[in-house]
């Protein structure tokens, strides 16, 4: 009788604790990130890989990179940045398509927020960053917008007396 009990009541055990292996996984479906978080990410990532090709460019300059290295990373870098900015622009053109108040905000946010730049300036003809004392843009040729001081070869996009950097007295165009 003691056999037949503790049969029984290994059976149960073995049902209770066997029952859940036996059930067909569950597959829970995850809720869709939202639109607007997707953007925000895509807009940092974007941020970062143009910080990223601004820090190449200073490295560059500083003479820690070698001229390959640079023009292979910076041409990765500008290909990923092209791809987020493309991303970038489709995801806004749905926000546009349907607008939402939360996504608005978003995208307002994300417009507004300061972009550290580091001081570096950009093309104004194609938005390549320029290292400091680049007189020419690499990417399309265009001037720079200024000269440079002779002493130190600091840009000056305006005509002052004196370089701000070094105090080197500066002859512009206009006077003697």
Known sequence: METL????LAGLVITYVGYPLLQPPRIEEEEPEPKETRLGE???????????????????AMGNLSETDYQELRDRYR?????????????VQEVVAKPNEVVEETVVAGAAKPRKQGGLKHCSSCGTPLA??????AACGNPSGGSGCPNCGTIVTFSP????????????EGRK
């Open 5 to 8: 009990v503790a049969i029984l």
């Open 42 to 60: 895509v807009v940092a990532q974007k941020e970062s890989t143009l910080e990223a090709i601004a820090e190449l460019d200073f490295d560059h």
């Open 79 to 91: 290909l990923k940045a092209l791809a987020l900015l493309k991303q970038e622009d489709e995801m």
């Open 132 to 137: 400091t004392g680049d007189r020419f843009c």
């Open 161 to 172: 007396a004196f370089c701000a950097k070094c105090g080197q007295k500066l002859l512009a």
